[in-house]
């Protein structure tokens, strides 16, 4: 096995800086890290732990999280990772977390190292059991990974506003309730002050890691922490959109690259309308986050390509503040807060590539097109920021003349996140359960700022669309969830007010949005001929213009799951319920095999998960299910079919027929909740829903189409056979039984308590893994 150097060495093409090779001397736990941008801190953190996933070194978590404050970022860094992977040659696969994201293999196989990239917004919103722009009943899944054996990575901190606070106290809330394997996180900036770190639950931040002596001593690190950058102050025109696309005009050199990076996606806009008015021959592209995928795959070649002859001129948002790896030989910048104007600053000379140096330019007090003239820092001329923070930028740049990374000084941050995510709340979120209006606790106040929160909105020519079909990710943009609220109250002048429809998991339909039911997360589909889009600008509640529709990939191609769907019933083969049970408990046991062997010690739930494996669709037995399957009356019972049809039953989930019949033969609580919670559909609570009708004229309990007294027949599961049931509906009553026998929900309480919310979900996840693989790839079927 070579040493860590030669293996950093054939990931990058380069030998490893001092600071990355002590950092991988260091053991996987909490850490804080302050590199300046451009010194490689993403390959400092991931490339050690391809290190150690190719070495088997004992603790390393299986998954790595890799947290950015901007979906941009996220295609570049996976790109880096794959290439990384590729040249070493590790067994490690990729998987991005964002909006309409299909790939779903890393969650069934949990014994596989995994490297995990998404925005904030996707993994925080995971992490707390609301994970967003994803379907409701696979929430658990991803909250039990993301909290048990996974190394979180949290990049660019100064911009995740008050999800800096929630990482913070995640990770003091898994020590507190414990976790599978090991799951610390790493806290990464430019600007990094360990004090950021401080919350409620997290009062003792780790000490920060930062460069030392031998780093500035080393050349290629030197070179860029010596980068040339004058700064000098804007011209007073520049404040209006009209005198910065001037300004950049007239400091724009042929073959090279501008940026202009402004504080709001309307100022980019208007700067991007001006400059193409004057700009002619010169290359213009804007670049913000309110853009589809589908458009943002054109921004690739503009990270990665030279300028043409005639030079470039980029008009950018925040989303290349940080992590992306692009240069300018001028770079003019809005007056923002001081840690994103040291980012900003990092996208000019990079690579100290010019040698007579480049030029930063600042602007005072920016104001829209729109906006009225301000003698001072206003809410207007600060936005997204605080009036405070910008003041304060704007007198440390004052007195300064140069950017360059080695003479900037180091300034103490302050940190006040508006919203603390504490005990009640994360113990809130375990519940999974709507109220019976499709109401959800709203996670969206620790995940982002309150400017920051967006919905994704698909376009679509039929609308809404049929049947379930799903927005795929190329289709869905990011979208200010106040634009999309006003657009909802009030007609636009002279315009047809836009619809936006989402999907009801309780229904089953596409409904119709409004104002008022809107949450950050939210994936819409909107008519394509009510505008709201520009391929060329990205999102505009002012275009009334027809949105071109994204081809769909069909192997892409999702559907949208209602609360009595079961997808994973109806396959393109026929199996019995014998075979499949036995397959699922083969696979939940080479799963605990593995993960033993690596460290996450299953050893005391065992019995439980391969129990509850092998009885999971004991309730397919029941006659509703097997009326569905088995049109042509096999002979067997069956688990799977080709028969794509509805219960006649309505609302029937065989998963609580399963946790009833387990709890009947005196099995473990751990047992029958795993059962009942393997489709997400009933995990805490048993209850009928809005549209559930009583079986009778009597008074005989029910609940999701199981009616108390329904007849099990006898079953043979994994050479045991089962006798008859008469199924019990008395669980789901609240308090305790005549005979002092606690309730589902007593039960399902105390066993959350005594295994700990972030371990019962993980051991939730397993048994989804197990069930999910032995259907895709079944050894027994009949036809």
């Known amino acids: 096995m070579t040493d860590y150097s030669q293996f950093f060495q054939y990931a990058t093409g380069c030998p490893p800086y001092p600071y990355q090779r002590r950092l991988a001397t260091l053991p996987f736990e909490d850490r804080s890290i302050s590199v300046p941008t451009g010194a490689g801190k993403t390959a400092a953190v991931i490339i050690p732990w391809l290190y150690r996933i190719a070495r088997n070194a004992p603790g390393t978590p299986r998954r790595l999280a890799y947290c ?65 722009a994803m379907k409701r009943f696979r929430w658990p899944v991803h909250f039990g990974h993301l ?107 042929p073959g090279s690259q501008t940026i202009a990076v402004v504080n709001t996606v309307n100022r980019a806009r208007e700067t991007y ?73 990092g996208r000019c000379n990079r690579a100290a590539e010019l040698q007579a140096g480049a030029d930063v330019f600042w602007i005072d007090r920016p104001l829209l097109a729109t906006a009225k003239d301000a003698d001072g820092i206003t809410e207007e001329t600060s936005r997204p920021y605080s009036i405070n923070e910008v003041a304060e930028a704007g007198e440390r740049l004052a007195d300064l003349v140069s950017a360059t990374p080695s003479e900037l000084p180091e300034f103490k941050t302050t940190y006040t ?23 959800d606790l709203d996670v969206s106040r620790f ?46 002048k002279g315009k047809r007010r836009p619809s936006f429809y989402t999907w009801n998991s309780l229904s089953g339909q596409w409904e119709r949005v409004e104002a008022d039911r809107l949450y950050p997360g939210m994936i819409l589909v909107a008519d394509a001929a009510s505008g709201c889009y520009d391929i060329m600008s990205g999102w505009d509640p002012a275009s009334a213009a027809p949105v071109p529709e994204v081809e769909r990939n069909g192997n892409e191609a999702t559907e949208e799951e209602a609360n009595e769907d079961d997808p994973g019933t109806f396959q393109k083969y026929t199996q019995t319920l014998a075979a499949h049970s036995h397959e699922v408990r083969e696979e939940m046991r080479k799963i605990i095999q593995v993960l033993n062997s690596v460290g996450v010690n299953l050893t005391r739930h065992d019995d439980d998960l391969l129990i509850a494996a092998n009885h999971h669709d004991w309730g397919k037995a029941h006659p509703v299910f097997q009326q569905t399957v088995n049109p042509e009356r096999l002979p067997a019972l069956l688990a799977k079919s080709k028969n794509r049809r509805k219960h006649k039953r309505p609302y029937f989930r065989h998963e609580l027929a399963s946790a009833l019949a387990l709890l009947q033969i005196k099995a473990s609580d751990l047992s029958a909740y795993l059962a009942a919670a ?6 805490l609570s048993i209850r009928a829903l809005p549209e559930e009708h009583r079986p009778d004229e009597s008074n005989a309990m029910f609940a999701r189409g199981i009616w108390e007294g329904d007849q099990l027949p006898a079953v043979e599961l994994d050479d045991t056979v089962l006798p008859p049931l008469s199924l019990d509906l008395e669980p789901m009553l609240l308090g305790s039984s005549d005979t002092g026998v606690p309730s589902w929900t007593d039960r399902m309480l105390r066993l959350r308590d005594q295994v700990g919310l972030f371990r019962l979900a993980y051991l939730e996840a397993l048994i989804v893994a197990a069930d999910c693989r032995a259907s895709a790839d079944p050894k027994e079927v009949l036809q």
């Open 147 to 253: 909290n048990n054996d996974c190394l979180w990575v949290c990049d660019e901190v100064q911009l995740m506003g008050d999800g800096l606070a929630t990482s913070t106290q995640l990770t003091a809330f898994r020590r507190q309730y414990n976790v599978f394997g090991e799951c610390p996180t790493i806290w990464m900036s430019a600007t990094m002050d360990s004090s950021l770190l401080a919350s409620v639950d997290h009062p003792q931040p780790p000490d920060t890691f930062m460069l030392e002596c031998e780093d500035f001593e080393e050349e290629s690190l030197s070179r860029r922490l010596k980068a040339v950058k004058r700064l000098a102050k804007a011209p007073e025109k520049c404040r209006r959109p009209a005198g910065l696309a001037e300004f950049l005009i007239e400091k724009h050199k």
């Open 447 to 492: 995940v982002r700022s309150e400017q920051d929160r967006d919905v994704l909105v698909a376009w679509r020519k039929i609308c809404p669309p049929i049947g379930k079909d799903a927005p795929t990710r190329d289709e869905l943009c990011s979208a200010p969830i106040g634009d999309v609220s006003e657009l909802l109250k009030s007609s636009r």
């Open 68 to 132: 950015l404050p901007m979906r941009v970022l996220v295609e570049q860094t996976r790109d880096n990772v794959n290439d990384w992977i590729a040249r070493t040659g590790v067994n490690v696969e990729v998987a991005t977390l964002m909006g309409g994201e299909v790939d779903q293999d890393w969650e069934i196989h949990p014994e596989k190292p995994f490297i995990l990239i998404g925005t904030q917004d996707m993994l925080l919103s995971r992490a707390l059991n609301r994970g967003y």
């Open 273 to 345: 309308d001006a400059i193409t008015k004057i700009a002619a021959g010169v290359a213009c592209h804007l670049l913000h986050s309110r853009f589809r995928p589908n458009e943002k795959k054109a921004w690739q070649p503009l990270f990665e390509d030279q300028p043409p002859e005639s030079g470039r001129i980029l008009i950018a948002t925040q989303v290349i503040e940080a992590g992306v790896d692009i240069s300018s030989a001028v770079l003019v910048t809005d007056l923002a807060p001081w840690s994103s104007l040291v980012q900003r600053f």
């Open 417 to 439: 996140p508006n919203h603390v995510l504490r005990r009640r709340d994360l113990i809130d979120f375990f519940d999974t359960s709507a109220d019976l209006s499709g109401y």
């Open 678 to 683: 393997h489709h997400g559909k009933i995990r």
